[in-house]
């Protein structure tokens, strides 16, 4: 399978992510294992595969074909854990634009529920 290094993106964006949302997907990274499959829920037969690197979104009804990524994550200068993480974001697909807010959230709240699933 080509990794989402080998797909060219047709749109790359400046992003920030709210730390809160970084720092705790890192944790459930280190917790849970490396890469990390997460469903995402609100979002039908997307998922996103957390690696320590970069977060890729994949259509799992299309052989995992990549939708968009976070990539390139600035944490190397980072002077505290709440300050917002500035990334890039690869679009892959041509309606990524229209998920890439709801499927981050959507993947915060997942990560959640597995790190936490007492609290359903």
């Known amino acids: 399978m080509e990794t989402p290094y080998d797909i060219r993106p047709t749109h790359v964006m400046d992003k920030h992510i709210e730390a809160s949302c970084y720092n705790r997907i890192r944790l459930a990274v280190l917790r849970l294992g490396n890469p990390l499959r997460i469903e995402l829920r609100r979002h039908r037969g997307l998922e996103v595969l957390v690696y320590n690197d970069h977060w890729l979104c994949v259509d799992s009804f299309a052989n995992d074909m990549p939708i968009l990524a976070w990539r390139d994550f ?3 200068a980072r ?3 709440y300050d917002p993480i500035a990334c890039k974001l690869w679009l892959h697909h041509h309606c990524a634009g229209l ?3 709801t499927a981050l959230d959507d993947l915060e709240q997942s990560v959640e529920q597995r790190l936490h699933p007492a609290r359903d």
């Open 79 to 81: 002077e505290n854990l």
């Open 74 to 76: 600035q944490i190397h």
């Open 99 to 101: 998920i890439m807010g």
